[in-house]
């Protein structure tokens, strides 16, 4: 089953994978070639991959056919990897575990938990925790070296406060299940069904229409009071009920439905120090250079030299 969180960093992936040709891929090895470089990991000589027909695979086989089709973009990355890193020692900018902690909370953001983002992670992108880590730190302290120097002030932040005042309100995040029919008469059927005692999950099972909701037993997972991929009338009774509670029929966009609230989630509003200062760092990069053009004028800083060519 694909929650809104998942169809969204899927879609993310496609996008990002069409600009830069296998992004996780490039992204793993970049951050493999980093740590062999920094002497934090051991390439294998000659270990096996995988094996066709008896056909061995090794490490070194792999690595060099990567090298042939992807190995300027990693290449790329590592250089900019140093200049980045070189750069911020320069200027003296540190990015603390605290930020780190920070970016890294926000990017969970709307998962059900913090395995679950990492699992994503793995699954879409091929990246470990400490991959995912270490691709924050760089993030993080290339945006840091891009805004060094500029200034965005109170007004500023609070006149984008004033205008996007709902950004940052605490959305209730619901649990729910779903029974997805075809029309009115069979929602209120199934609504007659429920309230003689017969079992939500069984039911689901039994008739619903929603494949991937039928399999497990009506539920959805985590919804947020307004995500876009449901109805917002939908939402609204939802957010409403008491856990437990079950409505219908309602309408869901081409059919109707029958919804159990399984629990609600109302989160605190975000601390108002963090706030500001996340709309103080957005600011200041819609102010900076754009952060490709950061990196390049960085690696001719420090005067980067490729040696190879990649393209024979």
Known sequence: MMTRQERALRNTVVILAVGTMVLGGLL????????????????????????????????????????????????????????????????GITVTEADIEEELRRNMAGYSSEEQYYV??????????????????????LQAVATEGITVGDAAIDEYLAENAGRFAPKKQMELAIIRVDTYEEADSVMDRLEQGEDFAALAREVSTDPES??????????EEDDPFWPAELLQTAAGLEAGDIAGPL??????????????????????AQIRAQVRRELALELAAP?????????????????????L
């Open 120 to 141: 994503q992670m793995q699954s879409e992108l091929g990246l470990s925790r400490q991959e995912v880590r270490e691709e924050a730190v760089y993030r993080l302290t």
């Open 251 to 272: 309408s869901a966009g081409e059919d109707y439905a029958v919804i159990r609230l399984e629990s609600i989630v109302d989160p605190p509003r975000e601390d108002e």
């Open 214 to 223: 039928r399999e497990h037993g009506g539920s959805i997972g985590m919804v």
């Open 28 to 91: 793993f090895w970049s951050l493999r070639a980093m740590a062999i470089l920094k002497g934090d990991a051991v390439e294998g000589e000659s270990a096996d991959v995988a094996t066709a027909g008896g056909q061995r695979i090794t490490d070194r086989e792999w690595m060099d056919e990567l090298k042939k089709k992807h190995g300027d973009e990693v290449l790329l990355a590592m250089l900019n990897h140093i200049v980045v890193d070189k750069e911020a020692k320069a200027l």
């Open 291 to 311: 952060l490709q053009q950061v990196e390049s004028d960085l690696r001719k800083k420090y005067e980067t030299a490729i040696y190879v060519d990649n393209s």
